[in-house]
């Protein structure tokens, strides 16, 4: 039996990798005040932060999908006779593997298998393209999750967040130190670290923070091949700038370039750079 590989909408991957390597997404839920849109199917990124800096008084937040979403999708797949990996953000961030799960009880006779990456966004969007080159290639379902449990722990994921404004409105800091960061023009750096947003460094200056961002990578990268997904939430500016920087001073044998979607932009807002990247 063919290896399908099932995600969710939150792993940010381009419409075009996800055809090209027939990757199935499922997506979550974005609402805006009383408005619900389907992540990345009826709301685009950039139509998010679009509406995001638009509407700063309205609510936002993101829901898992239901289970049906799952149900049907591994259906389908199953009733071609295909065996299914679904991997997805992680459960500390998001219900969406619990759902996921459920779905895979309705199904008993089908093959298939729920991992937790343990990440969001680009960090588990390369997790799932490294896993649905290894099904194209004609891998086997243990050969293929052999794979990604090597991948998974090597998995990082940065970020420099542009303001702290959004970082307040979810209580992950105070309102105060928010509006002293931002007189002081403080860039924090933050990353994935056992499936939870995690703060590392914070630097007076978008510049400083980035160049320290791709440091950190550079000192993790020193001597071994990698592979990076290079992202920005609504910043092509931002990410053109970023992705120079990756070329000059890192070894990556492959550099990838998303959007970040709803999940990572309404916690951290517009302007976000970010990479992803594993050594091998």
């Known amino acids: 039996m063919a290896v399908k590989i099932v995600t969710d909408s939150t792993a940010d991957l381009p419409q075009e990798l996800l055809d090209q390597h027939k990757i199935a997404m499922v997506p979550l839920t974005v609402r805006f005040g009383e408005k619900l849109f389907k992540d990345r199917v009826e709301i685009s990124p950039g139509e998010f932060y679009d509406l995001l800096q638009k509407n700063s008084d309205i609510p936002v937040s993101t829901s898992q999908p239901p289970p049906m979403d799952f149900f ?31 779905a895979k009880s309705m199904l008993p006779e089908a093959d298939i298998h729920i991992i937790d990456s ?24 243990d050969e293929v999750l052999e794979l990604i449990n090597y991948v998974l722990p090597k998995m990082k994921i940065y970020f420099v967040v542009d303001t702290l404004e959004y970082l307040a409105k979810g209580g992950r800091i105070g309102q105060a130190t928010a509006y002293m960061g931002s ?23 978008r ?11 550079k000192e993790q990268t020193e001597c071994r091949r990698c592979r990076c997904i290079v992202a920005h ?28 979607g709803p ?18």
Do not use: W
């Open 207 to 217: 510049n400083k923070a980035v160049n320290r961002m791709v440091e950190l990578v």
């Open 72 to 102: 049907d999708t591994y259906k389908e797949l199953a009733e071609e006779g295909h065996s299914i990996i679904s991997i997805h953000i992680s459960g500390d961030m998001s219900g969406t593997i619990q759902a996921a799960k459920l």
């Open 233 to 260: 939430a609504g910043n092509p500016q931002g990410l053109e700038d970023l992705l120079e920087k990756v070329r000059q001073n890192v070894k990556c044998e492959e550099i990838l370039v998303s959007e970040l």
């Open 183 to 205: 007189l002081l023009n403080i860039k924090p750096i933050l990353a994935v670290y056992e499936g939870e947003v995690q703060p590392v460094e914070r630097l007076r200056g």
């Open 118 to 141: 343990r990440s969001v966004s680009v960090g588990l969007g390369l997790l799932v393209l490294t896993a649905a080159r290894a099904a194209e290639e004609g891998k086997s379902v």
């Open 263 to 280: 999940v990572v932009g309404n916690h951290g807002g517009p302007g976000i750079v970010g990479l992803s990247f594993y050594t091998f």
